[in-house]
Nanobody, 127 residues
Framework: QVQLVESGGGLVQAGGSLMVSCTAS????????MAWFRQAPGREREFVAA????????QYADSVKGRSTISRDDAKKTVYLQMNSLKPEDMAVYYC????????????????????WGQGTQVTVSS
C-alpha cells in the first residue's frame, strides 16, 4: 500500500506561482513513477505532469507545458509541481498518483495507469 498526502495548495492571483507537494509513505518511494492530475468542478480529471522513477523522464500536458516543472526528492519521498504564470483555468483540485508497478521509466498520462491517489489539494486562481 502507498499513502499519498498532498500539500501546498491555496489562493494565488493570476500570473502568480505556487508549488504543490506530495509525500509518499508505505513502501519504498524511489522505485515509483509519480504523476499529478487535476479536476475542476464539472470537469473530468485530467493529466498535468508526471515523472519517471529515476527522474530522467518527465511528461507534461500541453496546457501547462512551459509553465510548470515536476521534480522529485527521493530522500524526502516527495514529488513537487512548481506552477508559474497561473491562469484561472488552472484552478482545480490537484491530485498526486502512483502506479502499482515499480520502475516505470516513462510515466503514463492516463488516470487508469495509476493505482494510488492522494486526497487532493485545492488550487484557486483569482483573476
Amino acid at each position: 500500500q502507498v499513502q499519498l498526502v498532498e500539500s501546498g495548495g491555496g489562493l494565488v492571483q493570476a500570473g502568480g506561482s505556487l508549488m504543490v507537494s506530495c509525500t509518499a509513505s508505505g513502501r519504498p518511494f524511489v522505485r515509483n513513477a509519480m504523476a499529478w492530475f487535476r479536476q475542476a468542478p464539472g470537469r473530468e480529471r485530467e493529466f498535468v505532469a508526471a515523472i519517471g522513477w529515476s527522474g530522467g523522464t518527465t511528461q507534461y500536458a500541453d496546457s501547462v507545458k512551459g509553465r510548470s516543472t515536476i521534480s522529485r526528492d527521493d530522500a524526502k519521498k516527495t514529488v513537487y509541481l512548481q506552477m508559474n504564470s497561473l491562469k484561472p483555468e488552472d484552478m482545480a483540485v490537484y491530485y498526486c498518483a502512483v502506479p502499482e508497478r515499480p520502475y516505470v521509466a516513462v510515466p503514463g498520462i492516463r488516470a487508469d495507469e495509476y493505482d494510488y491517489w492522494g486526497q487532493g489539494t485545492q488550487v484557486t486562481v483569482s483573476s
